[in-house]
């Protein structure tokens, strides 16, 4: 079973940063790809950014691109998500996942297991 923790959640104001972490368990962490979404109140569910199982390729939302960094150090088994000049509509809970299959995802269902997530709020 995999258990994944986020954290580094809160409150900051638009123009702030934030980083947030996701603590991975019971698999090899470094064999998959990893991924962050998010999901305001009232939306779906979207992607944010994932990363390859070695750290050498990423991909973003196209709208985040040039804010927000994706990263991983495999030897603490955790995966990063570095928000940069955040803004008011960046507000939403922000989770993590791991897919099992081969290849990156970008949707929902390309991943197999979740976080609960953590709460961003940036506030004007």
Do not use: H
Request: proline residues 2%; hydrophobic residues 30%.
């Amino acid at each position: 079973q995999v258990q994944l923790v986020e954290s580094g959640g809160g409150l900051v104001q638009a123009g702030g940063s934030l980083r947030l972490s996701c603590a991975a368990s019971g698999r090899t962490f470094k064999n998959y790809n990893m991924g962050w979404f998010r999901q305001a109140p009232g939306k779906e569910r979207e992607f944010v950014a994932t990363i390859t199982k070695s750290g050498s390729n990423t991909y973003y939302a196209e709208s985040l691109k040039g804010r927000f960094t994706i990263s991983r150090d495999n030897a603490k088994n955790t995966v990063y998500l570095q928000m940069n000049s955040l803004k008011p509509e960046d507000t939403a809970v922000y989770y993590c996942a791991l897919r099992v299959l081969y290849g990156l995802g970008v949707t929902p269902s390309d991943y197999g297991y979740w976080g609960q997530g953590t709460q961003v709020t940036v506030s004007s």
